[in-house]
Nanobody
Framework: QVQLVESGGDLVQAGRSLRLSCAAS????????MAWYRQAPEKQRELVAQ???????KYSDSVKGRFTISGDIAKKTAFLQMDSLKPEDTGVYYC???????????????WGQGTQVTVSS
């Protein structure tokens, strides 16, 4: 099994910054991609940012220029630097990973339990 643990969520004022961290643990697996999703109250979960092991990154239009995803495939970590936060960035932020497990032929997807980010106006 693979576990993802997020940290860094907090209550902040609009315009401030936060940095989220995600660490993947378990045995005999490698990372193909990691991403951050968020879910606001009464809304669907949406992709915020992702990176794949070739270095390609992708951002939702709503966070481009404000958020930066980074990570280390070998260390199995991902980070989300969130600058110029807005109240509409409020939500639970989930770490997501696509992994390959030793001895298994397919990719598997895992979710963290989420960390709350609240941005006050």
């Amino acid at each position: 099994q693979v576990q993802l643990v997020e940290s860094g969520g907090d209550l902040v004022q609009a315009g401030r910054s936060l940095r989220l961290s995600c660490a993947a643990s378990g045995s005999s697996f490698s990372i193909n991609a990691m991403a951050w999703y968020r879910q606001a109250p009464e809304k669907q979960r949406e992709l915020v940012a992702q990176f794949i092991k070739n270095g390609t990154t992708k951002y939702s239009d709503s966070v481009k220029g404000r958020f930066t995803i980074s990570g280390d495939i070998a260390k199995k970590t991902a980070f989300l630097q969130m600058d110029s936060l807005k109240p509409e960035d409020t939500g639970v932020y989930y770490c997501y990973a696509i992994v390959v497990r030793a001895g298994f032929p397919h990719q598997y997807a895992y979710w963290g339990q989420g960390t709350q980010v609240t941005v006050s106006s």
